[in-house]
């Protein structure tokens, strides 16, 4: 996917979808943050009783960016970020459950964080 085609069709789905823009794009932008921040702090606890809030709240983070996404004025770019917000949810999944290695963790956050970039780019035009 290129980025800069994902960040303008974002900004076009995200200025023609919602109605309170400021309020969905903090909800958005919270949402991108906490998934990355808790991706990345999966990787380093190795107790499950620390592991337990941050894999919910990674989870929870996933299913919120996927209800979000208008795949009918989104198109192609919302089938995009469907697939990376699930690569990510099957990372993580894999990586807890399953005791895999974090490659695909890592793969994940890189992904979450080049979408986070873009979404962070569009704030003026939410804004103004």
């Known amino acids: ?11 076009n789905v995200k200025s023609n979808a919602l ?7 903090k909800a958005v932008s919270l949402a991108l943050n906490q998934l990355l921040s808790c991706m ?4 380093e606890v190795d107790n499950p009783e620390e592991r337990e809030p941050l894999f919910e709240k990674s989870l929870t983070s996933i299913y919120f ?3 979000c996404l208008d795949f009918e004025q989104g198109g192609d770019l919302a089938k995009n970020l469907f697939k990376v917000y699930e690569f990510s949810r099957q990372a993580i999944l894999d990586f807890v459950l399953k005791g895999k290695g974090p490659a695909n963790v890592d793969k994940a956050i890189e992904y979450v964080t080049l979408i986070t970039e873009g979404w962070n780019e ?6 103004g």
């Open 65 to 67: 960016l996927q209800k």
């Open 1 to 11: 996917m290129n980025v800069a085609l994902a960040r303008n069709e974002y900004a």
């Open 19 to 25: 109605s309170s823009k400021d309020e969905n794009y």
């Open 40 to 43: 990345a702090d999966l990787k």
């Open 122 to 127: 569009i704030e003026d035009s939410v804004k």
